[in-house]
């Protein structure tokens, strides 16, 4: 009988070590990919559940800082501003600021593949998968972008775009993401004005 009881204790604090190390270990990308999900997810909201306090007030825009950490963000904005009175907003993150190119293209495909094909169960239940092309980063050119957006939007995520940018700046490369409101496709006609507007 002491034999039986040792070995289910054994087994017990086992399962228990088991388990808990499980819950402690976190594969790379794995945190940076649950707080992006936390971003998207409050899109709808214009971001106004993870706005933190102001940082700068512009003419036309503010910018607040968030008010939880991204993981692995060097820095990370939100900026508001108006247009054709209505509110605008952008949620976006420094992720990498290197001298070496390679490692900054290393960065930026890392991202845009935690991005692509990412299942977000948006707050209303549904889930939606993120889709875009990659554009390969060529050095000479100083500026890649890869645009992703859900697959089979419904009309409260339609014109979210999510962006993964690796740009050449002040001698440094940095790689970020944007996650931002569209209007319209580049190829999308805007709107007729009468010539009376004029």
């Known amino acids: 009988m002491k034999k039986i009881v040792k070995s289910l204790c ?9 388990l808990s190390a499980k819950a402690q270990l976190q594969l790379p990308g794995n945190a940076l990919g649950h707080d ?11 971001f106004s559940h993870l706005q933190g306090d102001v940082l700068q007030e512009k003419t036309q825009a503010t910018d607040y800082e968030l008010n939880f950490h991204i993981d692995g963000a060097e820095s990370s904005i939100i900026t508001k501003y108006s247009a054709k009175g209505r509110p605008v907003v952008s949620c976006e993150a420094l992720l990498l600021t290197t001298e070496d190119f390679e490692e900054a ?10 991005f ?10 549904v889930t939606f998968y993120l889709k875009g092309d990659f554009q390969k ?34 001698m440094e490369w940095k790689v970020r993401f944007r996650i931002y409101e569209r209007e319209r496709e580049d190829s ?9 507007e004029l």
Do not use: W
């Not at 054994?10 to 088991?18: A, D, Q, R």
């Not at 992006?36 to 214009?46: A, G, S, T």
């Not at 692509?116 to 239940?125: E, L, R, S, T």
């Not at 050119?141 to 992703?148: A, I, T």
């Open 10 to 18: 054994i087994t017990g604090f086992s399962l228990v070590l088991v």
């Open 36 to 46: 992006l999900k936390k971003v998207i997810r409050d899109y709808p909201n214009q």
């Open 105 to 114: 293209c290393r960065k930026y495909r890392s991202v845009y593949a935690l």
């Open 116 to 125: 692509n094909h990412m299942a977000v169960k948006m707050d209303n239940g």
């Open 137 to 170: 980063p060529v050095e000479e050119r100083k500026f890649s972008s890869s645009v992703l957006a859900f697959e089979k939007a419904d009309a409260y995520v339609s014109k979210m775009k999510v962006e993964v940018s690796l740009q050449y700046e002040y």
């Open 188 to 196: 999308e006609r805007g709107d007729m004005i009468d010539e009376e």
